[in-house]
């Protein structure tokens, strides 16, 4: 899926072609989302009509069966969040820019994902300087976007390390840093250049949108997202935002 769009998007990297493509992506993404999700609707009509059919008969169906129908269910289920992805980023790129306190920002990130690091025996981390300034972003991307930066840290770790997120201030001219950090395998230099493009991921079951967003999040709000290896080891993305004036 990956090489079929970028043949067809390319990789010139200027501005208007960078607008041109995502554009493009968005048309791409709206038709087949619908042309995916038509079929994924009778699908999981169809299994639940099946499921009562199977319950009329004599004897009752087996629990393989039944715990069979559940995985279908569940894959079904799955594929439409996909596709419920592929419609949120053909969506025109709006931005709600409010001023948001960073350290609140920070601190739900953390209660959100501090079950899943704990199960993982992982140290999630938030690192607040006092005195920052605030910034002007829409408060839901912006946490959406750590969420998946941090959810990325947690899945390279695996288990048994720690996870950082990290708020400074760079100036001049004035920057606000989101870094995440992590105690995982870091970044492939080789593959360090397509890991923010559609559809690229190195995990199986990953749909390869997630960092993606998170580009497209910092892009709408006028920053930067970059990933780097860290020289003890692990992984850091920095997320740069404009502080002490409200977006255009």
């Not at 004897?59 to 596709?83: K, N, S, W, Y």
């Amino acid at each position: 899926m990956n090489a079929v769009i970028q043949d067809a998007l390319g990789r010139d990297a200027s501005q208007p072609a960078v607008t041109e493509r995502q554009r493009l992506l968005s048309r791409m993404l709206s038709q087949l989302a619908h042309e995916i999700r038509n079929p994924l609707g009778s699908l999981d009509v169809h299994v639940q009509l099946l499921e009562e059919d199977l319950g009329r008969l004599a004897p009752p169906i087996t629990p393989q069966i039944a715990a069979r129908l559940a995985i279908i269910r569940t894959e079904l289920h799955r594929l439409d969040g996909v596709v419920r992805q592929f419609l949120n980023l053909a969506k025109p790129s709006t931005v709600d820019a409010r001023k948001l306190d960073i350290a609140e920002a920070l601190q739900q990130v953390r209660s959100l994902l501090g079950a899943e690091a704990a199960a993982r025996h992982i140290e999630l981390v938030t690192k607040i300087p006092d005195g920052l300034p605030p910034c002007y972003a829409d408060s839901g991307q912006l946490i959406q976007a750590l969420v998946n930066l941090v959810i990325n840290a947690l899945q390279a770790v695996g288990s048994q390390g720690r996870v950082e997120i990290e708020a400074r201030l760079e100036a001049p001219p004035d920057w606000l840093c989101l870094a995440v950090r992590d105690s995982g395998p870091g970044v492939d230099p080789a593959k360090g250049a397509s890991i923010f493009e559609p559809f690229f991921t190195t995990k199986a079951d990953g749909s390869g949108l997630g960092l993606w967003i998170v580009q497209q999040i910092a892009l709408a709000h006028g920053g930067t997202i970059g990933a780097a290896n860290r020289p003890e080891g692990g992984a850091a993305f920095t997320l740069r935002l404009p502080v002490g004036a409200a977006l255009p």
